[in-house]
């Protein structure tokens, strides 16, 4: 039970969004900036970043919310998702997002953890100085939420074909405050990404 | 030097702030409503205190010293005691709950999950409320996203402390917003 008084009907950071609108307003923007852009890094590409740093921080909730992000944008690739969590490096994604996947989880340790030599591997693949900074920004604010969510004990749901249902609802509305405010999507019985 | 062209020659945040407007612009507003909202039961001091302690935790030299000088102005102190209160909270003179928020805090700063019952409780009994305990937690969540984003871009930093103190009233008097970034 999360440690403080929230919609019990809400999981995750969407309890705490409801809790506190004022500060989810923000939060949300950020989300819908940092992963529905689809400047120099695709929507797949962001939300694998986002769920790569929520695994390394052992966020149940948020790896597997972005998780199912990431699958839906891959056209239900969870294979995929989960190969990247087992072993980025041999896993079947571009030189240019494994380099930044190795910013992300030197982020996820801490700012003075990235070196010269990760930019310099992330540049020779083609990253550009904008796709860096993404990463690095998506990276630090899923040590925000990660940490948000945990750190309030919030609702992480069990039932694993909830977090498909909430993921269509992202990839059709985006971030914002209809993910608390309306009513929570219902899981659908047979396989959505089938 | 930055790791990447940011375009301007701003200290720390403010840097890839300005690179990046769509998202400087959500960072400002993110640090206003959490810093400077007077709309709080806890003061603007004890919430930059928090913020300080969490960058000093992270070793965020810039984050650190802009925030440690603000809670300095708003707690009409000097250095000395914020610099006392970074390296030892349950020592220092301040009250008991700010001391088990500082506690929540510290917690959040090595992960989510750090955070146990026993100091929401103690948190509780010393009359912290859930609004009180849910804005600490999303502040020392976000100062590990700021200190991060500072550090991982490695953007430069004023070594002079005094230059910090020195900014803080106008900080104090403006809040927070992509406008005044260039100031």
Same mark, same amino acid.
């Given at each position: 039970?999360a440690y403080i008084?929230v919609? @019990?009907?809400?999981?995750?950071i969407?309890s705490l969004m409801?809790f506190r609108?004022?500060t989810?307003?923000?939060l ?23 769920? &790569? ?7 149940? &909730? ?12 891959? !056209? ?35 700012? @003075?953890?990235? $070196? ?24 630090? #604010?899923?040590c925000l939420y990660n940490r948000y969510v945990d750190g309030l004990a919030s ?18 509305? !985006?971030?914002?405050?209809? /993910?608390?405010?309306? #009513? ?11 | ?17 300005? &690179? ?5 612009? +959500? ?7 959490l ?7 806890l003061?603007? #001091?004890?919430r930059?205190?928090i913020g300080?302690y969490v ?19 708003? *707690?009409?102190?000097?250095?000395? *005691? ?11 003179? /301040?009250?008991? $709950?700010?001391?088990a928020l500082l506690a929540i805090a510290g917690s959040v700063q090595q992960g989510g999950k750090k955070v146990t019952?026993?100091q929401i409780?103690?948190a509780?009994?010393?009359?912290a409320t859930d609004r009180e305990i849910h804005d600490t937690v999303l502040i020392a969540a976000a100062f590990c996203m *700021?200190?991060?984003?500072?550090? !991982? ?9 005094? +230059? ?8 104090? #008097?403006?809040? &927070?917003?992509?406008?005044?970034? @260039?100031?």
């Open positions: 039970m008084s919609d @019990k009907n809400l999981p995750g969407r409801a609108p004022e989810a307003r923000p949300s923007d950020l989300a819908e900036v940092l992963l529905r852009d689809e400047t120099g890094l695709s929507r797949a590409e962001r939300e694998m970043i986002g769920m &790569y740093v929520s695994y390394l921080n052992d966020c149940f &909730y948020c790896q597997h919310s972005h998780g199912e992000l990431a699958a839906c944008y891959l !056209g239900g690739n969870r294979e995929l998702v989960d190969a990247v969590k087992k072993d980025y490096r041999s896993a079947d994604i571009s030189g240019k997002l494994k380099a930044l996947l190795q910013i992300a989880a030197k982020v996820q340790k801490g700012g @003075k953890m990235v $070196k010269p030599e990760d930019i310099e591997e992330a540049r020779r693949e083609g990253a550009t100085d904008r796709d860096i900074h993404d990463t690095v920004l998506i990276a630090a #604010a899923f609702l992480t749901p069990t039932d694993m074909s909830t977090y498909a249902a909430r993921a269509k609802q992202v990839v059709e509305k !985006g971030y914002g405050p209809h /993910i608390y405010a309306a #009513a929570q999507p219902i899981p659908q019985t047979e396989n959505v990404h089938a | 030097m930055a790791y990447i062209d940011l375009k301007n020659d701003l200290p720390g945040i403010r840097g890839p702030m300005i &690179y990046r407007p769509e998202t400087g612009r +959500i960072l400002n507003e993110l640090a206003e409503v810093l400077h909202d007077e709309d709080n039961t003061s603007r #001091a004890e930059e205190l300080t960058s000093s935790e992270n070793d965020c030299f810039f984050c650190q010293n802009v925030h440690g000088a603000m809670a300095q102005h708003y *707690f009409n102190s000097d250095m000395d *005691f914020i610099d006392g209160i970074k390296k030892d909270f349950r020592s220092a003179p /301040i009250s008991p $709950k700010l001391k019952p026993d409780d103690t509780r009994k010393l009359g *700021f200190n991060r984003y500072v550090d !991982g871009l490695n953007t430069w930093a004023p070594q002079d402390r005094q +230059i910090y103190v020195d900014r803080a009233p106008m900080r104090a #008097a403006e809040g &927070y917003s992509q406008e005044g970034l @260039k100031k």
